[in-house]
């Protein structure tokens, strides 16, 4: 269980480190790129509940918490038990992370890094993708100087090189509404690598979001769903929520401790 708790974690934590610097490319993929932008720069706080799901060689295990982010980059997550009771306390502030575990007494206290789920995981997802995937938004990360934009009926496909490796991205949204749907990376041969659907978009505040995403990697036989449970954009949050003071006592661990910790456990039993 506190390997699923803390991949939750991972995972929702980088929604709070989204800096975007977008280099507009030629005009006829500079509309596509500016409504996303415009709808990320229209949300300044969120707070939802959260649900997320891990399914992951062959095992699958659930947990929910309530999520609450400000701009630019402040997170705060709480994991919740079967009595609504907390279990587990998360902030990031910029890159920096603290997790505390509340019946275990130990926090983990270290830098958010881009690989940092495949070195605890090795699930080889960056955590960037996730944090562009939270705000339906793939152009996030600023790679938009070699895009190509094709139009099929009711449907946009953006093509571009990936930042890693030689992979290619191929992201397809509605036209209607200029919503992404679809986020797929691939090798040099075409195989998929990684894919990411987007679904049950709804207007919160004004603001087009959607309500589900669902991150899909074959080669790591990893499906991991996250959904969104009445979301509220722009809310007013007290500025102390983002932080949390620890009892005295407290074990104090890095993030590779939690690894080290993992395989102990796994070669006790």
């Known amino acids: 269980m506190k390997r699923i708790l803390f991949f939750f974690l991972i995972v929702l934590s980088g929604c709070a480190t989204t800096k975007p610097d ?20 229209l949300v300044d706080t969120m707070r939802t509940l959260i649900n997320f799901k891990l399914e992951h060689k062959g095992k699958s295990e659930e947990v929910r ?18 009595f609504n009771e907390p279990r587990v306390i998360a902030s990031v502030v910029g890159d920096s992370l ?11 206290e270290d830098q958010l890094r881009d690989t940092v789920m495949k070195d605890l995981f090795e699930v080889d997802l960056r955590v960037s993708d996730i944090r562009s995937a ?26 571009r090189p990936s930042g890693q490796n030689s992979y290619n991205e191929e992201i397809s949204m509605i ?49 991991i769903t996250i959904e969104s449970v009445d979301p509220e954009v722009n809310v007013k949050l007290a500025d102390d929520i983002f932080e949390f003071s620890i009892p005295k006592g407290t074990e104090v661990y890095k993030l590779s401790d939690l690894k080290k910790k993992d395989e102990s456990s796994q070669d006790s039993k």
Do not use: C
């Open 98 to 108: 603290r997790v505390y575990f509340v019946a275990e007494n130990y926090l983990i």
């Open 175 to 223: 036209v209607k509404n200029t919503a992404v749907n679809k986020w797929r990376i691939k090798n040099d041969t075409g195989k998929l690598i990684q894919e990411i659907d987007f679904s049950k978009y709804r207007e919160i505040g004004g603001i087009l979001r959607p309500l589900k995403v669902v991150v899909y990697r074959p080669d790591d036989h990893t499906r």
């Open 65 to 82: 918490g309530y999520l609450n982010y400000a701009k630019p980059d402040k997170l705060s997550i709480f994991v919740m038990g079967p």
């Open 22 to 41: 977008v280099n507009f490319p030629p005009p006829d993929a500079q509309s596509v790129l500016l409504t996303l932008k415009t709808r990320y720069d």
């Open 134 to 159: 939270i705000f339906a938004n793939p152009f996030l990360d600023g790679n938009t100087n070699s895009l190509k934009v094709e139009g099929y009926d009711d449907e946009y496909v953006v093509t």
